[in-house]
């Protein structure tokens, strides 16, 4: 028996799984961080602005003209 948990403990094949979980948590850390801000860059202080707000806006007024012509 002690010889089987040493050789787990000495077994490293699982390492690469254990750096992935570790990855996605500090991602998942930083994104709930930093939440506010990027809701802010992404929607504006209204949540009608923002890089969304004209991307869309781009985007409708793009559909509207090749809707006229």
């Known amino acids: 028996m ?3 948990f040493i050789a787990y403990l000495k ?3 699982g390492q690469t799984s254990t750096e992935y ?3 996605v948590a ?3 850390a930083i994104v709930i961080k930093f939440k506010g801000a990027i ?3 992404l929607m504006g202080d209204d949540g009608t602005g923002g890089i ?3 991307v ?3 985007v409708s007024k793009n559909i509207q003209s090749d809707l006229l012509q």
């Open 52 to 54: 969304l707000g004209d």
């Open 56 to 58: 869309m806006g781009g």
């Open 21 to 23: 979980i570790l990855l």
């Open 2 to 4: 002690k010889q089987k």
């Open 11 to 13: 077994d490293e094949s």
């Open 26 to 28: 500090v991602a998942a």
């Open 39 to 41: 809701t802010k860059q």
